[in-house]
């Protein structure tokens, strides 16, 4: 199916506490952030961990072609982590729709606090979808090797 052959019909987006561990593996493969040592079978520890899950499911394969979660207390702060779509669907407008699916239940559950950290170049897919920079504040990453200890 082509770009402009898509229709809201061919794609769904769920809500899950479990899905195929080989599927979102492959999800992370393609995004780049799959390590080497990571054990494919905690994926289902990983999705039951995350706040929400979201899988957008290719309706004739019944796979995944894209996935994003939230991280949050649940009451008040939520980070969205993890989004991605499978190269060939990017494009659909999948990611809107999972990124969608999430911020409802977020506000629906009524966290107004939620942020995210976006790979550079991704700033106006996030714009669009009512995100702004968090100016004043810079994104950081622990490195062991960093602590100097």
Known sequence: MRNDEWNDNSIRVDLVRSWQEEQI???????????????????????????????AIDISTG???????????????????????????????VGTMILTKLLEECKFRKITWIGLIAEPGKEEFYRSLGFSPMFGHVPMLFREEAKGC
């Not at 992370?28 to 899950?53: C, H, P, Q, T, V």
């Not at 969205?80 to 060939?88: A, P, R, T």
């Open 63 to 93: 796979r995944a072609v894209g996935m994003g979660r939230v991280i949050s207390d649940g009451i008040a702060d939520a980070y969205i982590q993890d989004l991605v779509v499978q190269g060939d669907k990017r494009g659909w407008g």
């Open 25 to 55: 593996v492959g999800l992370y493969r393609a995004a780049g952030w799959w390590k080497e040592g990571m054990d494919a079978r905690r994926i289902n520890d990983l999705i039951r961990g995350s706040f929400l899950f979201a899988v």
